[in-house]
T-cell receptor
Framework: AQSVAQPEDQVNVAEGNPLTVKCTYS??????LFWYVQYPNRGLQFLLK??????LVKGSYGFEAEFNKSQTSFHLKKPSALVSDSALYFC????????????FGAGTRLFVKA | ETGVTQSPTHLIKTRGQQVTLRCSSQ?????VSWYQQALGQGPQFIFQ???????GRGNFPPRFSGLQFPNYSSELNVNALELDDSALYLC??????????????FGPGTRLLVL
């Protein structure tokens, strides 16, 4: 079965420092991976996706993610964190069995301190 | 281009009642998916509609049902509400072309509280 794991419930980083939010996946076949962000009392906003091609994917708001097939990881990164990046981040994988549903991780809460 | 909208924003029901949640897709999108997000968890897939037909379902009982209309708007109906149905219900639309790589765009959600 397809699944994603986000090993950290929370990540703390100082403003201006680089940030990484970790994600590992388990799929049969090619992985189709996504990152979403959720602000309080809001729906999910799409950040970026990996379908094929370059392992470094660039997305919205200066975020990028690195696809690593050998480590089955898709970590979200940003070179310089902003206080406004504080939010809940979800990694997700597209499940191609029985409809095109998306399976989400449990989420990682990012706190950026000024 | 308008985004995905959902109504109502909040809802309070009692156990055993029925509820209908509504979603308007982003312009040009013919596929709608519904997710349930319990407090502190990631969204869980309920089902997906493509051109008015259900084409995928998650592990939810039959009392969760849906509809998609010719204009691609959608409804989620939940019968015989249980306390555990309290959650944020998210609707997502996508353009239905090249399904593998299509991006889902989410609405703000409807927060349902069952007492």
């Amino acid at each position: 079965a397809q699944s994603v794991a986000q090993p950290e419930d929370q990540v703390n980083v100082a403003e201006g420092n680089p940030l990484t939010v970790k994600c590992t996946y388990s799929v049969s076949g090619n992985p189709y991976l996504f990152w979403y962000v959720q602000y309080p009392n809001r729906g999910l906003q799409f950040l970026l996706k990996y379908i094929t091609g370059d392992n470094l994917v660039k997305g919205s708001y200066g975020f990028e993610a690195e696809f690593n097939k050998s480590q089955t990881s898709f970590h979200l990164k940003k070179p310089s964190a902003l206080v406004s990046d504080s939010a809940l981040y979800f990694c997700a994988v597209r499940d191609l069995t029985g409809g095109f549903k998306t399976i989400f991780g449990a989420g990682t809460r990012l706190f950026v301190k000024a | 281009e308008t985004g995905v909208t959902q109504s109502p924003t909040h809802l309070i029901k009692t156990r055993g009642q029925q509820v209908t949640l509504r979603c308007s897709s982003q312009s040009g999108h013919n596929t709608v998916s519904w997710y349930q997000q319990a407090l502190g968890q990631g969204p869980q897939f309920i089902f997906q509609y493509y051109r008015e037909e259900e084409n995928g379902r998650g592990n939810f009982p039959p009392r969760f049902s849906g509809l998609q209309f010719p204009n691609y708007s959608s409804e989620l109906n939940v019968n015989a509400l249980e306390l555990d149905d309290s959650a944020l219900y998210l609707c997502a639309s996508s353009d239905g072309t090249g399904r593998v790589q299509e991006t889902q765009y989410f609405g703000p959600g409807t927060r349902l509280l069952v007492l």
